[in-house]
């Protein structure tokens, strides 16, 4: 069983950039037909898919992030990592890991962290 666990602030400052790390354990991020995904959800709205990174390495984002967004990975540690940069108060929000066997991760589909908030404020 893949588990996911998301690690980073807990509180960013506007304009800065957003960086948070999801470890996992129990299986490789270079397996093949998995995709490492980035959800968030804001308060009082729906989950919000940010970007994937493929077992191949490669990646992939929202339209509306992509501008802002960066996903990377260190397989040697079989980590993978978001960056979101020029945050603001509409960043706010829970962010969670996940795999799937498709880019954008499902809910209730394959594996997911528990969750990390974020909270853009100065």
């Known amino acids: 069983q893949v588990q996911l666990q998301e690690s980073g602030p807990g509180l960013v400052k506007p304009s800065q950039t957003l960086s948070l790390t999801c470890t996992v354990s129990g299986g490789s991020i270079t397996t093949n037909y998995d995709y490492w995904s980035w959800i968030r959800q804001a308060p009082g709205k729906g989950l919000e898919w940010m970007g994937a990174i493929a077992h191949s390495g490669s990646t992939y984002y929202s339209p509306s992030l992509k501008s802002r967004t960066s996903i990377f990975r ?12 020029s945050v603001t108060t509409e960043d706010t929000a829970v962010y969670f890991c996940a795999s799937d066997t498709v880019v954008e991760a499902r809910p209730n589909f ?13």
């Open 110 to 122: 394959g594996s997911w962290g528990q969750g990390t908030q974020v909270t853009v404020s100065s």
């Open 74 to 85: 260190d397989t040697s540690k079989n980590q993978f990592t978001l960056q979101l940069s």
